[in-house]
């Protein structure tokens, strides 16, 4: 079964940055794209980012856009979101999504920006 | 932006009776390569989503045939037969053709 282990998530001030991280297992990360969503307290769900197999090839929300980076590490299976310039409307959980079409979810990680 | 709007926002179903929830989006969600990505997801309550329905109509591994998904285009439906108590929670559809992905606000689905 899929495994998509997350951590990362804090309460951070405005203006701060915080890096979140997924440890993939049981299946092969390397030929997977994957993503973050996220989802603002009592809110909907809102594709945040998605870096293909090719790290080079990456997507991102305007909302997110010049301040968040999604990277990933094939050898240790792991994808990264670093976060940086944080504002009150980035407090959600995010989540850690795999596949293009977003076919299996991990746990999700809360982050909370505020002073 | 695609936008995609789910109706009813809100959706009280009977144990045993069907329901049916419409999602809408604002642009043909045919691809280039022939495909409709069209996904509906489920989130219960304190739970991850979790993918039903990829491609309009096909199920997710492990999901019960009382899920269905139909539709074309711009106009697609997902139809639960048989509502069970563990349905209850709240689905999203989202467009995987175009970039950036986008969800349905979701519904609500409350068993009655």
């Known amino acids: 079964e899929v495994q998509l282990l997350q951590s990362g998530g804090d309460l951070v001030q405005p203006g701060g940055s915080l890096r979140l991280s997924c440890a993939a297992s049981?299946?092969?990360?390397?030929?997977?794209?994957m993503a973050w969503v996220r989802q603002a307290p009592g809110k909907g769900l809102e594709w945040v980012s998605t870096i293909g197999t090719d790290i080079r090839e990456t997507f991102y929300a305007d909302s997110v856009k010049g301040r968040f980076t999604v990277s990933r590490d094939n050898s240790k299976n792991t994808l990264s979101l670093q976060m940086n310039s944080l504002r009150a409307e980035d407090t959600a959980i995010y989540y850690c999504?795999?596949?293009?079409?977003?076919?299996?979810w991990g746990q999700g990680t809360l982050v909370t920006v505020s002073s | 932006d695609v936008v995609m709007t789910q109706s009813p926002l809100s959706l009280p179903v009977t144990l045993g009776q069907s329901a049916s929830i419409s999602c809408r989006s604002s642009?043909?969600?045919?691809?280039?390569?022939?495909?409709?990505?069209l996904h509906w997801f489920q989130q219960r309550p304190g739970q991850s989503p979790r993918r039903l329905i990829y491609?309009?109509?096909d199920r997710d591994f492990g999901v019960p045939d009382r899920f269905s998904g139909s539709g074309s285009g711009t106009d697609f439906t997902l139809k639960i037969s048989r509502v069970e108590a563990e349905d209850a929670g709240i689905y999203y559809c989202?467009?995987?053709?175009?970039?950036?992905?986008?969800f349905g606000q979701g519904t609500k689905v409350e068993i009655k």
């Open positions: 049981q299946f092969t990360f390397s030929i997977y794209a």
């Open positions: 989202v467009q995987g053709t175009y970039w950036p992905r986008t």
């Open positions: 999504v795999k596949g293009w079409q977003m076919e299996s």
């Open positions: 491609r309009v109509a």
């Open positions: 642009q043909s969600l045919v691809h280039s390569d022939g495909s409709t990505y």
